[in-house]
């Protein structure tokens, strides 16, 4: 079988993008490539219904965001089925997905105007005759290159805040999944039919790139770090500020005090849910000595009992070409002296791979330092939490964690250097509404969600506005040594101090 009639694998027919299940090659639908033309033109009308759509105000754009929430909402089975047919997505899996999505329009939606609204601020007694006023104002237009993994919610965790703030937006889908990107276009503009608020632009990376350089104000992109260094290459041309949430490599501690059976659990959902294709998903596990051998047993007994296939709980790899990656860091793990207590080489079954749990495994070794994204996990016999605080920030990725335990828990969170972290649960930060979501490191910079994620798609104004004669004149040249004696006066008064 050649790479071109690989299932899942996209291509180029007559100009169109043509999408296809992973597992069966059944076509999906196709979608007319956008060459740098027309990426042009779709961000010219978005420029001009940004207009329109900002004019709307927070009330009107609340109005409109919470009828696309339902509409959503109504018809999660129809968006479920349809990430199951593209990307072969459980539908159980994809209604969670969904689900999370619908939360964060929601509370994008109802907060926007308490977040970004204009506001005064308190000024200053250098300048008590100025008021001050903080104002928050669009981009214009966003693009967003969303990733083919959550094609519904991490697009829509940029695409609700970027609206919600009065922008438009140009939404870039995966190749991998660009009918579910055409499904969420489609429904917005069933309940906001009036101007192209929101767009869909359709190709490779192309076109990803074409987007980069169409003079959008701001742009949010998804996907690995390699691929994000030369978005920001693109946008660094023309100054295009950029959000980019990257890829991962989260660990999961579990102390001492763990509760063993909760944690293997969560261990379990949070490393293969969607096949392990999940930015924030549990790759490694540190836990301590006095623990490891009935956590590594729970997490096995568990694994195993997990289904594999196309109605499976775990489907197939979406994107052919990871099956590899996932093959290579298999090998290299168990050349380097690791076991597999559950899996192994033989667990890769194209287009599926099974669960893999792997001890043992040098902390050099690919399976530990890269981003599998599979079903694969490794777990780590630590000394204790210190040790293992240690380990989970060597990398170079700082997505999110977990920490299981009950005494400590929430203070070895704080420690590892990640963007979010989970205790006593795996990913639920992902489906808070009110918190941002982001990485350090190598996964990334900006936010989306909460009252960070909408100050992302808006700008800082700061507005000083005169009130009353000066007191103290200090920026104008209209001022004499006595006014300078007296400035020198208040600056020692006022700062010269130190703190006790």
Not at 115 to 123: E, I, K, S
Not at 143 to 161: K, Q
């Amino acid at each position: 079988m050649t790479a071109v009639e690989t299932p899942g694998a996209p291509r180029i027919v007559g100009g169109e993008l043509v999408s296809t299940n992973p597992v069966t090659g059944r076509e999906v639908g196709r979608f007319p490539v956008a060459g740098p033309g027309e990426v042009a033109a779709a961000v010219r009308a978005a420029e001009r219904a940004a207009a329109w759509w900002a004019g709307l105000g927070f009330g009107g754009r609340r109005e409109r965001l919470l009828r696309w929430r339902a509409r959503i909402a109504r018809r999660i089975t129809e968006l479920a089925e349809l990430e199951r047919a593209e990307g072969g997505k459980p539908v159980v899996d994809a209604v969670v997905e969904i689900l999370a999505a619908v939360e964060h329009i929601d509370w994008t939606a109802r907060h926007a105007r308490r977040v970004l609204g204009p506001r005064r601020v308190r000024g200053r007694l250098t300048l008590a005759e100025h008021a001050a006023h903080l104002a928050y104002e669009p981009y214009g237009v966003v693009g967003v290159i969303g990733p083919w993994n959550y094609p519904v919610l991490t697009p829509i965790g940029s695409i609700a805040s970027a609206l919600a703030a009065g922008n438009a937006v140009v939404h870039k889908p995966s190749e991998y999944t660009p009918a579910v990107g055409r499904w969420l276009v489609e429904s917005f503009a069933e309940v906001v039919p009036e101007e192209p608020v929101l767009q869909a632009v359709y190709g490779l990376g192309e076109t990803g790139a074409a987007l980069c350089r169409s003079g959008v104000g701001k742009l949010a992109f998804t996907g690995s770090t390699a691929t994000g260094r030369r978005v920001m290459a693109a946008c660094a041309e023309s100054l295009t500020p950029v959000l980019i949430e990257a890829g991962g490599k989260d660990a999961m501690i579990v102390d001492a005090d763990a509760d063993l059976d909760a944690a293997a659990e969560a261990c379990v959902w949070g490393a293969l849910t969607n096949a392990g294709q999940t930015c924030i998903g549990i790759e490694r596990v540190y836990a301590v000595a006095p623990v490891y051998d009935a956590f590594v047993g729970k997490v096995v007994e568990r694994a195993a009992r997990l289904t594999v296939g196309a109605e499976g709980e775990i489907g197939p790899i979406t994107m052919p070409a990871q099956i590899e990656v996932i093959r290579r860091h298999i090998d290299d793990a168990l050349a380097s002296g690791g076991r597999a207590v559950l899996g192994g080489p033989a667990a890769v079954r194209p287009p599926f791979v099974h669960p893999t749990v792997l001890v043992d495994v040098p902390e050099e070794s690919a399976a530990v330092r890269e981003e599998t994204f599979g079903p694969t996990l490794t777990i780590a016999k630590v000394a204790d939490a210190e040790e293992a605080v240690v380990r989970a920030n060597a990398g170079p990725y700082g997505l999110g964690g977990s920490v299981f335990g009950r005494r400590r828990a929430m203070a070895i969170a704080r420690r590892l250097r990640t963007g979010a972290a989970a205790v006593n649960s795996t990913l639920t930060f992902i489906g808070m509404g009110s918190l941002p979501f982001g990485g350090v490191g190598d996964s990334g910079f900006g936010r989306i969600h909460g009252p960070d994620g909408l100050r992302e798609f808006a700008h800082a104004k700061a507005i000083t506005r005169r009130r009353a004669p000066s007191p103290l004149p200090a920026m104008t040249f209209n001022r004499g040594p006595r006014d300078t004696a007296r400035l020198v006066k208040i600056a020692k008064l006022r700062y010269g101090r130190a703190p006790r």
